[in-house]
């Protein structure tokens, strides 16, 4: 069964830190396109980076993004959050050159930060 499920979310105070966990199954992550993806109440999803399926870890501002392909998963680090980081954090993968109507969801990890 393929499937992503994604960990780590919770209530945060306002300049902590949190990582996310993915964790694939039934495919291989080396395989595909790996982003992270969020939605904040009321608001369309929006990206918030893709792990191309190359490099392993990358920083990005507040954003530490690693991809573990021997164990098939994926995190995302934040640190310094902010009450605007508040969403659901959703793991996505889409096969190079492919689809998405083929894409693959978790079901999201909500994650909340307190003023």
């Known amino acids: 069964q393929v499937q992503l499920v994604e960990s780590g979310g919770g209530l945060v105070q306002a300049g902590g830190s949190l990582t996310l966990s993915c964790a694939a199954s039934?495919?291989?992550?080396?395989?595909?396109?790996m982003r992270w993806v969020r939605q904040a109440p009321g608001k369309a999803r929006e990206l918030v980076e893709g792990?191309?399926?190359v490099g392993d870890t990358y920083e990005q501002g507040r954003f530490t993004f690693s991809r573990d392909n021997a164990k098939n998963m994926l995190h995302l680090q934040i640190g310094n959050l902010q009450p605007e980081d508040t969403a659901v954090y959703y793991c996505?993968?889409?096969?190079?050159?492919?689809?998405?109507?083929?894409?693959?969801w978790g079901q999201g990890t909500q994650v909340t930060v307190s003023s």
């Open positions: 792990v191309s399926n």
């Open positions: 039934g495919f291989a992550i080396s395989d595909y396109y």
């Open positions: 996505n993968a889409r096969k190079p050159g492919g689809s998405a109507d083929n894409d693959i």
